[in-house]
Structure formats: structure tokens, C-alpha cells
């Protein structure tokens, strides 16, 4: 609590009348000149009082021994006093009309700043959901303070990765911001996650072409047109997804999370926690944690509209937005709506894609979505508040690919996707606070392939499937301190909650309306957790080199109706040596539970001739029993080690830099997968030993058509050529999921950013690089070690990202150079390193007031400004090379050079 003995009002008896409510004349908006020599802070913040009209409310150790940078120059007042402030680690709150409150600055990182020493240069990108997103448009998030005490209450923040407020993270945690997307160009969800280097692009994407998945275990498709995240690669049900900290429903087939449908407008930051978490989470936290922040407390209106293209040919774009809101005293509503529309991309618009035979096939869809969000929030008496987000998109999405020279597939893919996501927080004696809330949603693809004979363009065969995931889950949970330990107050986080997934699919075959495969599964699950964060060491103590010491502890149990129960325990440290020098390392578990998809598949069962599966010395006529796909129920969770290790690095003598280096390793193990990578080598390739049954008797054989759910000497498919014959089958070959491979993955990131004044103006600086220094599977116990970093279809050893920014008077010049590494193309023989990729994006934009106008933006940008077409890739399947494209899908993009222009307008 602030109490008033202890806060300094930066104001002058001599000046009070400057501050009455109704007299103050305030140009929050409007630049003007300032000439504040470098000071001590509390003289600077008196004469920015006096210009600004604003009372500022400092406590006393927050401003003793704070120098303030000199200001000079045309400023808007909060930009002038983020300026003041940027040497500092504080930031400030809108208290009411008239006053102000200066506060330490929470603790998120920016998408290229580490989040214990970012700097006022990122201050938009470390905002937590109760502060202002963006100071220059005073209207948009801005916090209500009804009093001192719950000033410093929404100081202690939550930061993604753990529950306790005020915790600083032991884990790397970037953050990107709405205005870090416009300023890069990008329009969507989809977009940004693709241009973070420690995300894979393969997986669930638009942009994966047919054959990728060829030697992957990623599952690279474009089953339903979505964007989901990948973190390291590790697949993209292994990202856990949230929204506000809540779950969502999966998509298609598998447990990714479609994050395109949450229009960007109602988003005020994205917070990506690079490390396992299911000790906090739960399942599908491995490679890493994604949560989706929408803004608080917005008041205005905005229109948006924006135009581009493919200048190669394609990719017309067209996208319209609408978001408004509104705040009374108590609490606010914002709700927006977005519609977007882009044309497809075809061979033909691409010279390097002449093999093609037929040059309209597609290698990016043409997708159209509508979607709109809905969030409020109401305080209920003085110490509760209800909150409630909600969403819904509609998407339909169209391409053209084929498999075979005969026939051309047509596939039409439409989805639905909503979820309401409630929750209720109360205040609670002793600084302690609980929180129950709850997840509900659905989503509904529908996905359309009706193939035509290429000669003579008749119907061959039409199969739809559908797939309906939902989602439902409810939690409690409390947090507040325990007790006191030399370096401050130890708190805690303690809960627990109930959750289902149901997942229904159908595929109906509509030439003769029969149904070739279904499936109606569900699970639940119930957990209860605790955290603690323990500070051992602070400041005050004066220990050398030890500035600060704390240990964060976390241990989660989960209980599950089909295989059990999980126990998942993570513990963190952080070190500070010195003011800006920071070391934090992690260790935790995390683990995957298999999709209801993998574990309750229909299962298929071929019959085959021995010889179709390398059978050497075999009678002719000898015949296999083969599951060539199906599910488990007795399939187990997978379990990953994941160990990350860092240092960030502020100096004070170099202000307005930071750097952070970080080292991770993830060991995972139990993978669900098909076992038999290349069915011809089934009955030759010991690695394959252990998933055949040889010389299996009648009994095992009827005990297999049992297990398929199958009348004894019934096949789902005869490919053998001749009638099956117990006596003549001389192998069982199992090929349904198991939990049988491995995966480790090592690397490091770079992240870093440097602020400085050039010619009136704000030059900014950063980098992001991730490197996969080892990335390995092992499909089975018995199969050789295989590479999945730095080859065809799998992440690309490197990924980075060079940016630098200048702004001045509402007017920013933005270029980024992209570049990622070169891939060892395994489709070829002997292996070949195929060329990298660097593009660079330039992005013009320009926020102002305009006379009659008013309050406008302008935003010009351009992405792949040189038209850098994709390396050459061998087509991963050589017999229908004319067929596919010959560049790697999941690591380079195809559209080439982008241009869109985006007009807004605000109320």
C-alpha cells in the first residue's frame, strides 16, 4: 500500500490551481516543445507536472537516487514522460483525470527484450493486461485507480509460465504486441507466429504444400486452412495455446489451436513462454506456452481497412475491421469484427514452378474468414470483478493439388470456430485473491476432397470429413504470501480443476453415402496443483554478487479416465549478480497425452502378399495380416526433460540495452506414431522386428480380427489378389499408433535491443536468433538415429531476424532482414545443402491527427522487398515430381514479394 507518508507529490502549493480538474488544459495527443535538462528524477517529474497538467504521485524510494535523461525536443506529454522515465526501471498508471501514479514497471519481456530489464524503448511491449497498452492514443487501455493500495495490487502482474503475481520469470518469455505487428506488416495471427524464429512453420498451415509430411513425424498439412503454432518443431499439438489464460478447443484431427481467429485488433499482446510448463499447465506444454492477451479497458472506435498482392501474381488481399469500446466506472466492453478475403496462388504464378504439369494447382489457398470477439469486464462491489471473453470465425478455404497424373483432387475446407471464456476473481484478506473460471467452445471443420479425372473430367470420388472438437473445463484457484525469507515475501499459488475434450469424425464417402470411418471419443480429466515462489536474497542483504536469489517450485497431478494419472514437477532459479546482470536456469517435466484421434482411430486391416512387404524366400502365395492403420487405447502419455539455462545483461553504463542468451534441451520420449516408416521393408528391415507377429497361429490371427473389430477372416481391404487362407499368412504387421519414438532437441537464442536518439527521433535496434545446435529421433528402439533439424521438412538449423526502426512525430520507418539457414535436401542422392533464404520487409507507417480528418494511420508495407524466390528442393516422391512443388513448404514461403496498404481511422 502506498501509504501517504511515504508518497511524494510532484506538485507546488504555488501551482495547485494548474491542476483543478475542470480548469487543466491537457494535449495528450499533440506534440509540444519540451526542454527539461538531465536531472534528479523528482525535479524532472515536477517540471513535466507543470507543463502536462498532470499530478504525479511518486514513492519516496522509488525517486531517491533516480537521475532522469534530458528531454529535449517535440513530444506528446506521454511520450515525454516515458522519456523521463526510460533510464529508470519504472513506468507509470492513470490514477483519474488529474493524477498519475509512477510504479515499477512490470515484468514481461518484449518479443526481443528479456523480461527482468526491458527498457522504456519497449515499454508498449511489457505492458500487463490491467496497463496501458499504447500512451499516444490515451483513449486505449487505460486503467482505472480507485485508490493508492489497488494501484500497487495491479503492480503484481501475471506473467505466462507462472500463477504467482509479481514472480519474475525464470524461463525465457517473449512478448509481441499489437503495435510490434502493425509495425512489422503483419495482419494476423498466422503471420507473426510464422515470423518468430523459434517457431517451425511446418505443421498446421496454409502455406504446406502436398508432400511435405513425406519423412516427418510433424504432421505438415493444411488440413483445415488454420495456423497453429510449433514451437522448436516438436509438432504442433505440442504448443499449448491460451487465451487469457484459458484453453481452447483443438482443430481438424489433432490437439493444434487455430490462432488466426482471433482478430488482431482486440489483441493488446501475445506472451510466448520458450520452455516446457505442464507443471503449471498440464498437458501439451513441451516445446512450449503461447497466451493470447486481449485489452482492457478500451475506449474509442476504430475502422480499418487494407488492400495487397502477390506482385509475381496472386494473394490479393482485402481486409476490413471494425473495433469499439467503452469503460464506466466500474467496469468496460470491447467487441470487434473482422472480414478478410486473399486469392489463391497457382504454379503458374511462379516461374520456378514451370515442372508443374498442370500450372492450377495451388500452392497457398485462397481462404476467406469472418470473425468477431466479444470481451467485458464488471466489477461486482469493491473487492471482485467478472470477466468474460468471447469469439466466433467462419472459414472456408479452397485448393487445387493432385497425387496421381489421372486425377485432380479439389479440396474445400470449411470451419467454425467459437469459445466463452468466463472467470471471477475476488479479493481476499491477507493480499490473497481466488479465481474460478471456466472454458467452453467447439470447433467444426469440414473438410471436402472430390476428385475428377484429369482426360476426361468426371466425378471419380467424393469423400467429406467432418470433425467436431469440443472443449469444456473449470478451475479454482487461489494466491497470495505465506510468510516472510530474507530477500521478501514468499507467495504461493494453489488449485485445481476439472477438464474434458470430445472429439467426433466422420468420413462419408458422398458418391454412395456410405460411412468408411468413424469415430465418437471423449476424455476428462481433474488436477490440483501448487506453485511457490521463494525469494532468498535481496538487495538489502549486500551480499557480493548476489544481488537477488530467488527459487521458484511448481507440482502438478493429474488424473486421467484412460491411462491414469501424471505428475509433472518443475523447478527455476534466478540470480542477479549485479543491477542489470541476471543468470536463470530451469528444469521441469512435461508431458502430451495422445489425441483421441490416435487413440481411438478406426483400425484397418489389409490382407497383402508377403512379397508387397519384402518378404525374401517366401512361398508366392504367402499372405500377411496387416493393420494398415488404427488406433490404441492403450496408448500413454509422451514425456519430455526439458533443462533451459540463460543470462540477460542491462548494463547501466550502456542504457537502453539489453541482451539475453539462452540455452534449452529437450529430451521426448514416448511419441505416439505409426511405427513402419516403408511398408516394402517390413518383413526385411530388423528395425521393424518388434511390430511383426511371425508364423502367427489361428488363434493369434483371430485374436487380430477381434482387436480390428472385425469378423474372423473379414479385411477392411483385400490387395493380396486372392482370398485369404489362415494357413497360407506367414506374418501379423502391426502398424498402429504406439508409443514408440524419441526426440531430443538442443539449441540457443539471442535476443537483444539497443535504443537510441538520431536527428530528433528514436533509433531502434534488435535481433532474434534461434539455433538448433542437435535435433534427433529415433523412430523405433531398433531404427537408426535420424536428423530433424537442418533437413528437408524439418525446422532449419537457423532462424533469425535483424530489425531496426526510426520514429519521430508519429512517423516510423521499419526494416526487418529475415534469414533461414539452408536445409540438407535427403531427396537426393548423395545428400545436398541446399541454398538459405534472407528477405528483407520494410514497413512505412504514420499515426496523426489531420485537421477535419482527425485521428488517422496510415501504414504502408512491404514484405520480401527484393522477390527472393524459395530454394530448389528435390519434390520429396520422384515418381510424381511434375506433381509437386521443388522448394521445402514448411520452411520458405512461396509468395515472394507482398505490398499492402492499410488506412485506419479512429473515434
Sequence with gaps: MIASASVLAVVCAAEAAAYDAQAAVRVENVKLQWNIPAQPLTDALIAWSEQSNYVVLIQDDLAAGVQSQALMGAYTSFEALERLLSPSTLTYKIRNETTLVVTPRPQPASMTVPAETSNAASMRSTQSAETVEDRDDPRQSRPRLGDEEAANEQDQVVVTGTRIKGARPTSPVVTITQEDMRLQGQNNLGEVIRALP???AGGQNPGVAFGAAVGSMQGNSNATGSSALNLRGLGSDATLTLLNGSRLAYDGFGQAVDVSVIPVTAIERVEILLDGASAIYGSDAVGGVANIVLKRDYDGAELRA???AATDGGYEQQQYTAVAGTNWSSGGFLITGDYSHNESVRAKHREYLEHILNQNLTIYPEQTQKSALFSAH???????????DAFYADRSSDSTFQTSPSSLIQQERDSTIWGVTPSFEVKLPGDWSARLHGAFGRNEALLGQPSFSVS???????????????????GLEAEGPVFNLPGGESRVSVGGGWRESSFDRRVVNI????VSSELDAEESSYHVYGEANLPFVSEDQNIPL????TLNAALRYEDYDSFGSATT??????????????????WGRSFKVPTLFQRHLATSLTLRTAAQHGAVGAPPDAQVIFFSSGGSPDLTPETAEIIT???????????????????FDIDYANRVERPISVFTQALSDPIFAEFVILNPTVNEQNATFAAAGLPAGTFTFNQAGAPYDPAKAIAIIDNRFTNVSSQSVQGVDLTARYRTELRGGDLSLSVNGNWITEGTRKLTELAPVEPTAGVNFWPADFKGRLGAGWSRDGFTLNASLNHTAGIIDRGVTPNVKRDSMTTVDLVVDYQAKLGVVGDVGFNLAVTNLFNEAPPFLAPPISSIASLLVNYDSTNYSALGRLVSATVTKRF
Excluded: M
Design 378 to 388: 464488471q466489477e461486482a462491489g469493491a473487492n471482485a470483478v467478472l470477466r468474460v
Design 569 to 586: 514437477p518443475k523447478i527455476g532459479a534466478l540470480w542477479e549478480l549485479a543491477p542489470g546482470f541476471n543468470l536463470k536456469a530451469s
Design 546 to 549: 548476489v544481488k537477488r536469489f
Design 306 to 308: 487494407r488492400v495487397g
Design 511 to 514: 458418391l454412395t453415402g456410405s
Design 645 to 663: 539455462a540463460g543470462f540477460v545483461a542491462a548494463p547501466e553504463f550502456l542504457p537502453n540495452f539489453t541482451l539475453e542468451f539462452g540455452w
Design 198 to 200: 523459434q517457431n517451425f
Design 456 to 474: 476426361t473430367g468426371e466425378q471419380i470420388s467424393n469423400s467429406v470429413s467432418e470433425s467436431f472438437n469440443g472443449a469444456l473445463a473449470a
